[in-house]
């Protein structure tokens, strides 16, 4: 995927270059190889590593396995880590890539006994490619529709073991039956901030760089409970450092670092700040439709609800209401904005009370004045 310069993966500007060679190698190098190195989600760790370890003492490949959970948190690193206990070779592709079932069968007619097949995006596959997944997860097998018409015969391809680990950000968009055949199944957390100073210090030993403890601690607040974001935040520190002719970074130095690139000591960014100024500012806290936050923003819908929403709700920051989104208490503190005359801590649930249940409209977003 191309990106320019100032604009990650997510649609966030707090990381650049996210595409470029150097970029990619050093995420790469920083990938843990196996289990043992693998910090945070300990209950998925737990579980993955007895299926594993249950295969190999069968001498067979492993069930199938899905991994969910928002992005940046493993699941590509899982997969790879699976592959490598394994002893298996690994084939990536993604299910954007797979639009038509011939797409999936050449994929799976060219897998090897024991090989491990991620998809990412799992959710995002065409319906005939995924119902063609379903025989192909139970039974290795694949019917190959050769002509048109009546003419059309079906011609069964035996398939040699595999592992599928599909990965997803939006587990809810599985279908049941393609959910069912998974025989693990695993949904990863957001990490503390105390897992996140362990995934830094590991990087920063890769990288060779020198935090003081403090200096560990400003990175890993500010990083969204995300280890990607972590890290990618630990090498703009670094550059920081490196320009400024520093030895060794101390808490004062990550957090000048930082601010430069406009993450705040919650981890938010100018995108997150812009919502809830405006919230507060132009709309006195809200409520208001998604379309006119977003106008006001000079965003798109999407981005401010895919991009920044999730983050500020999960915060205490931003409210979701039957009548539009609000900026809850912590947003006013936190902008050092005082909330206006009669409107106190107690009286923001009421915003929320409503005899109706949610309105289609309403839950997508839409401005109830304008249907937009």
């Known amino acids: 995927m191309s990106e320019h310069n100032a604009v990650d993966e997510d649609g966030r500007t707090l990381v650049s270059a996210a595409g470029e060679p150097e970029e990619r190698a050093l995420e790469a190098a920083l990938r843990p190889k196996n289990l043992d190195d693998f910090v945070g989600q300990k209950r998925v760790r737990r579980q993955l590593s007895l299926v594993l370890e249950a295969s190999r ?42 639009q038509h079932a011939g797409d999936l069968a050449a994929i799976l007619s060219s ?79 957001f990490y503390s901030v105390e897992e996140l100073e362990l995934v830094l210090r590991r990087s920063a030993g890769l990288l060779d760089l020198k935090l003081s403890s403090a200096g560990f601690s400003e990175i890993a607040s500010r990083s969204r409970g995300t280890p990607r974001i972590a890290n990618r935040l630990l090498r703009r520190v670094r550059d920081w450092a490196l320009v400024h002719g520093l030895d060794r970074i101390e808490a004062s130095s990550a957090s000048a670092a930082l601010e430069m690139y406009e993450i705040d000591a919650r981890g938010l960014d100018r995108l997150d700040r812009s919502v809830l100024q405006a919230l507060i500012g132009k709309f006195n806290g809200g409520p208001v439709g998604l379309s006119t936050l977003a106008i006001a923003v000079g965003e798109e819908m ?44 107690v009286d923001m649930p009421a915003l929320f009370d409503t005899l109706e249940e949610p309105s289609e409209e309403a839950e997508s977003g839409q401005d109830w004045f304008t249907g937009r």
């Not at 069930?63 to 699941?75: A, N």
């Not at 991009?307 to 931003?318: Q, Y």
Request: charged share 20%; hydrophobic share 45%.
């Open 57 to 98: 003492m069968r001498s067979s490949s492993a069930d199938h396995v899905l991994l969910s959970g928002p992005p940046g948190l493993g699941k590509t690193t899982l997969a790879m880590i699976i592959a490598a206990e394994m002893n298996a070779p690994l084939r990536i592709s993604s299910g954007p890539a797979i």
């Open 111 to 189: 897998l090897t006994e024991g090989e491990v097949l991620f998809l990412d995006e799992i959710h995002r596959m065409s319906r005939p490619a995924e119902e063609m997944l379903y025989m192909a997860m139970e039974d290795f097998r694949v019917d190959i529709v050769v002509g048109k018409g009546a003419g059309a015969t079906a011609i069964p391809l035996e398939l040699p073991p595999f592992t599928l680990v599909g990965a997803t950000t939006r587990a809810g968009l599985l279908p049941g039956p393609l959910r069912d055949r998974f025989g693990f199944t695993g949904h990863l957390e």
């Open 302 to 345: 999407e981005t401010v609800e895919t991009v920044a929403e999730p983050f500020l709700v999960r915060e205490g920051l931003l409210g979701r209401t039957p009548r539009g989104r609000i900026a809850m208490p912590a947003a006013w503190q936190h902008l050092g904005v005082p909330m206006p005359e009669g409107m106190s801590v």
